[in-house]
Structures are given as C-alpha cells and as structure tokens.
C-alpha cells in the first residue's frame, strides 16, 4: 500500500478534521447495535433541544460519499423518512439519502443539548446475496448441485469500457492488441490488429504513452494505451454476459450512410467475431492507414496454398476453404492472424495498408483469432514461409479454425462440494455459423486455462480433469484443452489453508535479539483501548487487520496481561469492521450487478501531501480485493483466535454481504475476480489479500453459514488457489511458449496474469519506495506484501513448493539482503516468511534479514514472522481448535512436551494439530488418550469438553529438535 510517514500524516489530518467538527455541532454517530442499512426507511429522532432554542431545528445527515442532507425538524420526538430531507453539500458520489450510508447525524450545538436516532422500516428490496438459491439437484456422491456464476455476475466483462479481451488478446470495437508485444519496427508501439469500415467518421485510433500515476498503479514507468473517440462507446450498446460480450454499433461513413457493426468475443474464445453489414470491411496489421506490418496472406486454392504479397492481384473466386492467413513483418517476430469468412467475398484487395474485402450485399461475419496462441514466431520461420507455401503448416490451421466457428459463447456453471473437494460442471452454448462453403464443425468446450496448467504443472491432481484433448494451442493463460460436445467438468481440491499457529519456545542463544524484537513490537498491545466506543471507522484495514492478525498469531510470546487486553481491545476494534457505513452498494456499469464494495479507499481525492488520500469509493480506482480481503481475514482471525463467534454470529449478513464482490467480479478465464474495478489487473498485496479473505470467508461460513454459503466459500476459495498456486511458475511458462514482454529482462518476475504482465526489474536500487519497478514491492508481487499472509504460503508449499522456492532464490540473488534490508517492512516481511516456510538455509537467511534491518520493533500485523522463526525448532503445530479460545501454549525443548490451555466455551470443541515427530503422546488433564488420525491425513484431533482443560504433548526427546527449520513439504 502506502509508505508509513503518508498514513501517519493522512491521520493527524483526520483527527484534527474530526475535533473540529466536534466543537462545532451536536453529533449522533451509528454503533452496531442501532444502525441503518440499505434497507432501512425511516428514522425516529429525539431531540433535546436547550433554551431558547429555534422551533424548528436543521439536522444534518452526513453522507459516507461526503454529501450532507437537511431537515428541520422540531423538538422531541419526528418521524422522518429520506424524502423529508433535501440535500444542501453535494458529495463525490450523488445517488440520493439512503440512510445505510450515514456516518453521522449533526445540529447546532447552540439549539440541541443531545441527538439520539431509532431505524426502523424495510424497504422490501432483497440484493442476491441475501436469499441462498435452491438447489438443483443431487450429484451421484449425494452432494447438492448449487447454481454457480452464472448471468447475473458482472464477472470479466465490466471490468472497463474496452473489455479486457480473450485468451490471445486485447480487445477493442475496431481491434485486438497485445500490450505485452512490443514492435521493434516502430519506436513506443505495441501489436495491433484491426478491422475497421473504410472512411468511417470519427477519431482516428492512436497510440499514446501515460505516466504511472495517471493510470492505474502497474508498477511500470508508463502504460500504453490505444485511444479513441471516448464517445463512441455507450453503455447501452453493450451486451455482456460473465463469459460473453456483444458490443453494437451504427457506424456514418464519409458518404453519409449508416451501417451496423457488431463486435462479439467470449472469455473461453481464441478470438472475435466481428459482423457488418457494410459493403466493406478493412483489416491489417498497426494502426489503420499507416501502411506497416502486413508482409503476405496465404490462400487456399484447388492447387493448394497461394502466397500473395501486397500489391499483387488477389481472386476471391480460387478461395475454395472459408479462411484466409495475414501475416506480419517485425522483425523481432510474427502474430500471424487467421481470417474466417461466412460469404465468399466478391473482391479482395490486398496492400500495404492491409485488406480490403468487399461485398456488396454486406461483409457478414468475420471471425479474427492467432492460430499459433500466445506464441511468437521467429522471423526466419515467417521468411521460410514467404519463400515456400508448402512450408506453412495448413494441418494445423484447419485444426484451430472449428474454434473460432463453433465459437464457445455462454457458459452455465454448477457446482457441489463433498470431502473439501469441489466438482465444477460447465454448459456451453456456441455461435452458429453457416457459411458459402458448407464447412461443418464440431464444438468443444474448453476448461480455465490455469486449470490446465496447474494440472501439466503438478499443482493440481492429473485427476482433477478426464476426457479432455489437448489441442496443442498455449493461450497466456495456459494450454486450451476441451471435451468434444457442450459439456465439460473438472474437479478442485479445497486448499487446506493452515496458519500454523506457533507455540512458544525457548529460543537459542543466538536468536535472543530477535525475542527482543518480538517482546518490544508486542508491547504495543498496550496502545490497544477496549472502551474505544463502536462507530464508523475510515480506515477498517487498521482496525479489522492490522491489529488482529500479526499479533494474534503471536499471542503465545504475550504475557497473561498483555493477552487478555488484547483480546478486549480488538473484540471492541473490530466493531468498525462489522459496521455496514464501512461498505457500500455498487453497481456495475455494463450488466447492473450490485454488490458490496468498501466505501472509503486510498487515492480517492486529491489532498495536502498528494494523491493518497481517503476518500469515499465512488467510480474510479480502488483496491477491491485488498480492502474486501482484508476485511474478512481480519474477521476471521478474530472469530478464530479470540472466539468471538457470538459476535460475528449477529452481524453475519454484514460478513455474507463482502463476499458479493468475489461472486459478481469473478472471471472464468482467472478463476478470481482477477482486476480492480477500474479495470486494471490487481497484483503485488491485491491478490494475496483476496485470496486470504476467501480463506477467512470459508472457515467462518463452515461456522456460521447456511448449506448454501458453506458449499459456496469452499467452491470461490477453490478457484481462488489456481490463480494464487500459477503465479511463482508463470514465467517458465512464458518461457515455453515464446511469449514475449517488453519489461522482462534477465531475471526479471512476472507477478500478473493480464494484458500488463506486472513485471519487477531485477536490478532494485536500495532504498527505493517510490512504485517503481525498480522497487523491491514490485518484486515482492506474487507472495505478498503487507505481512502476508500464512495461508497464503501454505498455498504456495502444498502445491508448488518447487516454484516457490525458486522464486525466492532469484529474488535473493536479484535483491541481496544487504540492498533489500534498506527498504521497509511493508516489502520485507512476506519474504521473511516465505523463508521461513521453506525453512533450512532460507529460514536463517530469512532471520538475517531481519537482523539487517536492526529495527527494535515493528507494526503489530508484522510480529507473527517473527514468531515462526523462533518456534522453528518446536515441531508441535496447532491448527484449529474452532470455536474454542487457548489461552497460552509454550514447548519446552528438554522435556520434549508442548503445554496447552485450552478453553473449549460451553459446548467444547476439537484441537487440531500437526507435528514432525512421531509417535506423540497426549494427555488432558494429565489422563493419556487415544487420538484418531485428522480429516486430511498429517492432522491430530483432540476432543476437549466444555470448560477451561490442560493438554500436553509430548514427543520422544530425540524428535523434539529440529535445527533445520519447519521442515518443507518435501
């Protein structure tokens, strides 16, 4: 996020800006116990007005988007509803009172002694997520069927006017790009297609440079961007689906006529499909009229491929397939793109502008895709083409053109979850195509891409797919593999997702600095005020996150004291996080879909030190999956370390309603929501933050949730872990495939799936904290920052422990200890753990780095790092003892026994736990017992009665030192 001397600024100025208003004004502020909501319609005022006070007083209902609205109303007790107020101070966002979204109530302090306001009304209106869907039907394992995403879900689609394209590309109405491929023919340019109607009136199309700050945080000095006329696109134009879009339009010529021109693409395409019912149609390489790119089209003809430069003659009439092939000329490599056609057209000209096609009762349509993916071909593969047409491979052409006719458009998914597996089934429907020619196909349905790829790259079971081909075709997503016919299903294991809490241990004369370290960052528990009152927070991410996870999951190094004020304090803290002012009703653009997004956000307005101040979340940027993710994680560590269950129990709609935006910004193609709102792909804290907030959403659902909500964390947490499990093996696969990226160098690493592969430099400069990719953040994209998370990395050593570990060995190379030890803490901590994980000499490299940094304390959020070095050597982990409280837990190291104090609340509960040595001998209440094995094979289950109890284990004293570190999956 931000560095810390902003957020220390950015508060004075919210404290000063909030004394103030409490001179000026009698103030009623919501708590949890009487709140509004969105559904709220009427509200009771009492007034106890002072003497001599005006008969009618003006109450000011302030607006979370900063919007004030008044009434006047009369001593004592009114009854009021949103139309009795006017609104007199615009905000930054205007869509009317809803009572929901009031942080507080204000009158003159010289007329009013005390404000106290009742909600009460419903307006009857019921948002998805608040009604389960019934099932539909029984799997043969006996699990429900539940409706998965589906059309109501903005889902990949409304991520920004000029949707975010296909599996090859980019996507605009009159072309596709790759933003990742620069041309070395033409300086600042990147690879471009378009299909255009000749003499169109409007903008011409141009490509232009933006600095970092103006677009959206990409970690890239600039971002390129084509550009057109901004009001060509409305919104009602547009069709989209979670899978499909249909964008139509009436395009004027230069002559004065008007014809349609419709452009359609799928998430699960490998290209376009563009209609017109124009005479003409114009395609070709770079900007439209600027005469570069196009080097040959290959024909089909009875006497087999004709090779046509530009210039020369071309005859529709010798077409005797459907498609022709353009390709390109950089000189660095060739996208070469296959053009299907459903008329035979009736003149075909062919220049170095690109080709004309000609028909005069309408073009019809044109499907557009790369046969070749993802992939570059080199340029002495593209001459040896140009000289010698039997050299084209035409097998494998006529293989990928069924893709792009029996184009797969919708997608219809379920899903049912038994034994922390999810089986996903998916329904396509496909574009007709009839052509001139009577070619038939047959259709496929392809899987996720990152699906395919976890399962080629072992991080799935070769299991989770069957009867699927292997088409040969890389996508940047992964290899595209489908099932014959319009059905196709696979299976996603529920990633485990433990945060190995860390019992307290004794450490080694040689870590005594780092207890230090750790007892002097706990000590802020201090700071911590359980009699702070509940009311609308602007910052939840400080009070759901920053003071519950780090420190809780350090809790054993607490003293007794220190222990239970935390436990008060962030009981009370967490209050703001639970509040439903925090969040706020959004409504995609494109498709309607409402859902829940965080109603105050960084870079919201413009203020003194720049542009990252508070401001309400209103239609531009914000960090969706950071501020949601961190929301519910905070939640959850609360409910699972403090027990405060009968807390969340009560306000559990609030916690329902934050998981909306993963279900109606989830992508089929990212298996996540996989962007920001504005449009940008997320990265770096984004979508470990997401990712961690899915894990906290899933246990607390297996709590507190219905059948429905339970089955439906586990299945958004499943697709979750694919995208999370790619990340650290991604640029071996761009390797593969030849994809290249204009910003990767050397050793460089990919942190992003989207059109801006979010790239980290490998030569970071000490020091340096100014988002750019020469800062250590960028490198630090794909395991964090902001603490991490376990979980997270737990993810990464259960299913690519491999890739996990290289990746943090090229980044020790890249960005040594000695340069990276001068950055901050927010960059340094996910990587400190990451060591630890992989434990042995990147556990003590992980120390070392600490030790360089000679901090004597941290943020509270960063302690928990800490901790898991110095219980490396205990080889006892606990797991979950849900709904439980332990209330301490320490090893001794010469005995070989860990000392439990567990409180099991009225109804008991199951202590669940781990250990690397073997056999483990238990006792509660000093009487042995017999454990059984745990659900998922390496767990231990203790069952502890209601009421406080003791539990030791202990394991045999040869066992109980492990100097290597956690031991690694291996």
């Not at 378009?194 to 141009?206: E, Q």
């Not at 709590?703 to 694919?722: I, M, P, W």
């Not at 970071?764 to 100014?770: F, L, S, T």
Request: one cysteine or more; aromatic letters at 10%; a neutral charge.
């Amino acid at each position: 996020m931000i560095p810390f001397r902003k957020i220390y600024r950015l508060f004075l100025c919210i404290l000063v800006s909030c004394l103030s208003n409490l001179a000026i004004a009698a103030e009623w502020t919501p708590t949890l116990d009487n709140t509004p909501n969105l559904h709220t319609t009427t509200l009771t005022l009492t007034i106890k007005a002072k003497p001599g006070a005006a008969e009618k007083i003006p109450v000011e209902l302030h607006n979370l988007a900063e919007s004030v609205w008044t009434a006047e109303v009369p001593a004592g007790t009114t009854t009021l509803t949103a139309k009795d107020f006017t609104c007199t101070k615009e905000g930054r966002v205007n869509d009317g009172l809803v009572f929901g979204y009031i942080m507080k109530i204000t009158a003159p302090e010289k007329d009013v002694e005390s404000i106290e306001a009742k909600w009460s009304g419903d307006d009857g209106v019921r948002y998805p997520w608040e009604v389960d869907p019934a099932p539909l039907g029984q799997a043969s394992d006996g699990a429900t069927i539940w409706p998965g995403l589906h059309r109501e879900n903005a889902g990949h689609f409304a991520l920004r006017y000029e949707p975010n394209g296909t599996l090859m590309d980019s996507v605009s109405f009159d072309g596709i790009s790759r933003s990742h491929h620069y041309l070395s023919a033409v300086d600042g340019e990147f690879w471009q297609f378009h299909f255009v109607l000749p003499d169109k009136v409007g903008t011409v199309r141009t490509v232009s440079r933006k600095k970092n700050e103006n677009v959206h945080m990409s970690g890239l000095s600039s971002q390129m961007n084509v550009q057109g006329e901004s009001s060509e696109y409305n919104p009602k134009d547009a069709k989209a689906d979670w899978t499909s879009f249909r964008w139509t339009r009436k395009v004027r010529v230069k002559s004065g006529k008007i014809y349609t021109k419709e452009l359609r693409y799928g998430a699960m395409g490998l290209g376009v499909q563009v209609e017109t019912d124009s005479p003409k149609l114009a395609v070709g390489y770079g900007p439209a009229g600027k005469g570069h790119g196009n080097l040959f089209l290959v024909m089909p003809t009875t006497e087999g491929l004709q090779i046509v430069k530009p210039g020369e003659p071309l005859n529709p009439l010798k077409m005797n397939q459907n498609w022709l092939l353009m390709v390109d000329s950089d000189p660095v490599g060739s996208i070469p793109v296959m053009l299907i056609f459903q008329h035979k057209p009736d003149a075909l000209e062919y220049k170095e502008t690109g080709l004309t096609i000609t028909r005069e009762k309408g073009v019809g349509t044109l499907a557009v895709g790369a046969p070749f993916g993802a992939s570059v071909l080199a340029p002495e593969k593209v001459r040896k083409w140009s000289r010698a047409a039997g050299e084209i491979p035409k097998a494998k052409l006529l293989k990928f053109r069924p893709h792009l006719m029996a184009y797969p458009w919708g997608c219809t998914e379920t899903f049912s979850v038994k034994d922390n597996q999810v089986h996903i089934g998916d329904t396509m429907t496909f574009l007709p195509w009839q052509d001139d020619w009577g070619t038939k196909c047959e259709p496929a349905s392809p899987i996720p891409p990152m699906v395919a790829l976890s399962v080629e790259r072992n991080y799935l079971p070769k299991t989770s797919v069957t009867d699927v081909k292997k088409t040969g075709i890389k996508t940047r997503f992964g290899p595209y593999w489908v099932r014959e016919g319009d059905k196709v299903d696979y299976t996603l294991p529920v990633p485990r997702a433990w945060d190995n809490f860390s019992i307290r241990t004794r450490p080694p004369a040689e870590l005594e600095w780092l207890e230090k370290i750790t007892l002097n960052t706990l000590a802020g528990v201090g700071s911590l005020k359980p009699d702070q009152p509940s009311q609308p927070k602007v910052w939840t991410h400080d009070w759901t996150y920053d003071f519950s996870a780090g420190a809780w999951r350090a809790a054993n190094y607490l003293t007794p004291e220190q222990r239970a004020k935390m436990r008060t304090g962030t009981r009370e803290r967490i209050l703001g996080g639970l509040l439903p002012q925090n969040f706020r009703l959004r409504i995609d653009p494109i498709t309607g879909a409402k859902y829940m997004g965080v109603s105050f956000v960084w870079y919201g307005k413009q203020g003194p030190w720049g542009t990252f101040e508070l401001g309400p979340n209103g239609y531009g940027y914000v960090d969706q999956p950071f501020w949601l993710g961190i929301n519910l994680y905070g939640i959850y560590t609360q409910a699972k370390y403090n027990a405060a269950w009968d807390l969340i129990r009560e306000n559990w709609p609030v916690v329902r309603s934050l998981l909306s935006y993963y279900e109606f910004y989830n992508s089929w193609t990212f298996m996540d929501p996989g962007a920001q709102e504005c449009g940008g792909y997320y990265h770096a804290d984004m979508p470990t933050a997401g990712y961690a907030g899915l894990v906290g959403y899933y246990y607390l659902a297996k709590q507190l949730g219905t059948e429905y909500q339970k089955d439906l964390g586990a299945y958004l947490l499943a697709r979750s872990a694919v995208p999370m499990g790619c990340k650290l093996g991604f640029l071996s696969y761009m390797e593969q495939i030849g994809m290249r990226h204009c910003e990767l160098v050397d050793k460089a690493l990919p942190s992003g799936f989207g059109e801006e592969f979010v790239a980290s430099l490998h030569r970071p400069v000490a020091g340096e904290d100014n988002w750019s990719s020469s800062d250590p953040w960028w490198e630090t994209g794909c395991i964090g920052p902001q603490s991490g998370q376990p979980e997270v990395m737990d993810l990464f050593v259960e299913r690519c422990f491999d890739d996990f570990g290289n990746f943090e060995r090229i980044f020790l190379e890249c960005c040594p200890n000695e340069i990276f030890a001068k950055n901050n803490d927010v960059r340094i901590i996910p990587h400190v753990m990451a060591r630890t994980r992989l434990g042995g000499d990147m556990l003590q490299s992980g120390a070392e780095l600490v030790k360089l940094q000679n901090r004597p304390a941290y943020l509270l959020r960063d302690v928990q790092a800490f901790t898991e070095i110095l219980s490396a050597e205990c080889p006892i982990r606990l797991i979950d003892w849900t709904p439980g409280y332990i209330e301490e837990a320490s090893w001794d190291a010469k005995v070989g026994s860990a000392k439990i104090v567990v409180d099991g609340g009225e109804k008991g509960c199951t202590l669940e736990f781990t250990s690397k040595a073997s056999p483990v001998r238990v006792l509660l209440d000093d009487k042995a017992v017999e454990i059984p094995d745990g659900d998922q094979g390496d767990t231990m289950k203790v069952t502890i009665p209601s009421g406080k109890h003791m539990v030791r284990l202990e394991v045999p004293s040869s066992e109980s030192s492990h100097p290597s570190g956690m031991e690694n999956k291996r």
